[in-house]
């Protein structure tokens, strides 16, 4: 250990420095339910805006299968087998088609050239995961995910709204890392293009984020000005329970109140360590044990990297 470190000590010590980047596949399977019932709901195309896509892996999720209860969607031959994600409820199962997909995130990361960063972020037990990302990265396409922050770039982004298509934004376990101002300037953006919307210009937002009680699945949608909570899941998209009667997103769900850690992604796993448990998939670790792994990785990891740094 001691002579790797010698040899590698600055790639190492740089590399410690980065923040979290989890690309979770798994989450495609409630976000691309959400996409079912948009399209289902309007009967149009989609144009995917995503905001924090790092390597934009769920930005191909019309490429992943996914089973849920008796229903499928996505190919039937494809690599990604999102199944057993589902726990009840029965989402609409249909076929989205995506005439447009680009994201942004504060660091792009590319799907191949960044794939063993990719596999840094999955905890070694977790081997479903590591499959499901691996299948992933063979079927996804590098998209544009451009290096911008998030407010700024959906105010662009939604300038225009397309005719004949559905605009929708989506994150996935973004909004903690966002600070107070970040999500006012997106949340005002969406509100302003919702504004805009009408029967050929349609938009939608898809947030599966946490909330005080778990992770969230939530759609608004324009001109209609629905709002609605479709179903809640585990922060890496298991354990996905479908509202049987989609329920409206009360005023005090706003996602304004959701917690957040001022802008540090780092400092933010340490925070919310509860809403960041995966209960389905952390193996045989132990609440505590895991939680003291996200400890260890996101505050000691990069403490000891700043000090080889410090030292050479
Ligand atoms: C936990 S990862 C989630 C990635 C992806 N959404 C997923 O579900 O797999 C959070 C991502 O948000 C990005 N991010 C954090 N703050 C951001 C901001 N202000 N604007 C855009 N992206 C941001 C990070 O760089 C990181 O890639």
Request: aromatic residues 6%; hydrophobic residues 40%.
């Amino acid at each position: 250990m001691s002579r790797a470190l010698r040899a590698f000590g600055r790639s190492v010590a740089a590399g410690m420095q980065a923040d979290v980047q989890t690309n979770e596949v798994g989450r495609s399977a409630p976000l691309s339910a959400a996409m079912n019932y948009l399209t289902v709901a309007a009967g149009l195309p989609l144009r995917l805006l995503e905001v924090g896509a790092a390597a934009g892996l769920n930005l191909w999720m019309d490429r992943y299968f996914v089973q849920a209860g008796a229903a499928g969607w996505g190919p039937a031959d494809s690599p990604v087998r999102l199944t057993g994600h589902f726990t009840s409820g029965q989402p609409p199962a249909t076929a989205m088609t995506v005439v447009d997909r680009r994201g942004c995130d504060l660091n792009p990361l590319h799907p191949t050239g960044s794939r063993l960063l990719l596999e840094s972020f999955i905890w070694p037990e977790h081997v479903g995961r590591l499959r499901l990302l691996r299948a992933a990265v063979s079927v996804a396409a590098p998209v544009l995910v451009e290096r911008s922050s998030a407010g700024t770039w959906i105010r662009q982004q939604l300038a225009t709204l397309h005719a004949g298509v559905t605009t929708v934004v989506f994150h996935s376990i973004v909004w903690p890392y966002l600070s107070g101002d970040e999500r006012t300037a997106l949340d005002d953006a969406v509100r302003a293009a919702g504004a805009r919307a009408d029967q050929d210009h349609r938009l939608g937002w898809v947030s599966l984020e946490p909330d005080r009680s778990g992770v969230c699945l939530t759609c608004e949608r324009w001109p209609e000005n629905e709002r609605l909570v479709l179903a809640t899941s585990s922060p890496h998209g298991t354990n996905v329970v479908w509202q049987p009667a989609p329920a409206r997103l009360e005023a005090s769900a706003d996602r304004a109140d959701m917690p957040h850690d001022h802008g540090s992604g780092r400092a933010g796993l340490v925070a919310r360590g509860r809403n960041e448990r995966d209960t389905s998939d952390r193996g045989p670790c132990a609440g505590g044990f895991w939680y003291n792994r996200k400890l260890l990785t996101s505050v000691f990891v990069p403490e000891i990297g700043r000090r080889l740094l410090a030292t050479g």
